[in-house]
């Protein structure tokens, strides 16, 4: 008996399935259809599109850098603003930041640091978004207080920041400027002492930290602090 009711149920279910299959049927297959032309036009259309775009930005981009080379810095800069329009990948990024520094370069330190800020937000890489944050902060630091300058260089001085080092060393610059002898004394000294610190800002640190020692004599020369510790 139990086998009979299994069988019957059986029969029940196929039937509601035949009906639901007659009833949607259509819907189902045009579904399925349209998830099969999705992925053709992805692969057909959508990726070739954008690799070609990919490959123009690189040729204009290689196109503006030869005009900033040549010294046609006006037609530099109209190329890279094109490259930024039509694009927003990291050929984009990399046209900010050159005009950027075609800016700086002129001494409109206000837009340089702006336009590399715009390049920080628009970069999806960790690194090239810290990276134009220090530029930005390099070219705009003596335009900004000393408050200032800490609230935008401290959070970049983390342990985990890949420019810390030069971070550090603008805190230790506006703290010199300032008049905080004992911070730049601590940041002057941390780069001097830090084994990772690169090669160029630790010989900057070094100058600093003699500067430091004309300004308030009797502190430790660079090389006494390394015997101190």
Same mark, same amino acid.
């Given at each position: ?72 810095? *006006? ?41 590399? *800020? ?88 070094? *100058? ?22």
């Amino acid at each position: 008996m139990a086998d009979i009711f299994s069988e019957v149920e059986e029969e029940l279910r196929r039937d509601k399935y035949n009906v639901l299959l007659r009833r949607y049927g259509l819907w189902i297959a045009g579904a399925a259809f349209l998830v099969v032309l999705a992925v053709a036009g992805y692969e057909l259309i959508w990726t070739p599109w954008q690799a070609d775009k990919v490959d123009r930005a690189s040729t204009a981009y290689q196109a503006a850098l030869e005009q900033q080379e040549a010294g046609n810095i *006006e037609a530099a800069d109209a190329e890279f603003e094109e490259i930024i329009a039509d694009s927003h990948g990291g050929y984009a990024v990399l046209a900010l930041m050159q005009r950027a520094a075609i800016a700086a370069d002129e001494g409109d330190a206000p837009r340089a640091a702006a336009l590399y *800020e715009q390049a920080g937000d628009m970069a999806d890489e960790s690194a090239l978004r810290n990276f134009a944050r220090i530029k930005a902060l390099y070219v705009i630091a003596d335009e900004l207080s000393y408050a200032e300058l800490l609230d935008r260089a401290e959070p970049m001085a983390a342990s985990d920041n890949p420019f810390r080092f030069s971070a550090r060393e603008l805190i230790a610059a506006g703290a010199l400027k300032e008049g905080d002898y004992d911070r730049a004394r601590e940041e002057y000294r941390f780069l001097n002492l830090a084994p990772e610190t690169p090669p160029g800002v630790r010989r900057r640190a070094q *100058e600093g930290m003699a500067a430091l020692n004309r300004m308030q004599p009797g502190g430790s020369t660079p090389n006494e602090e390394q015997s101190e510790e």
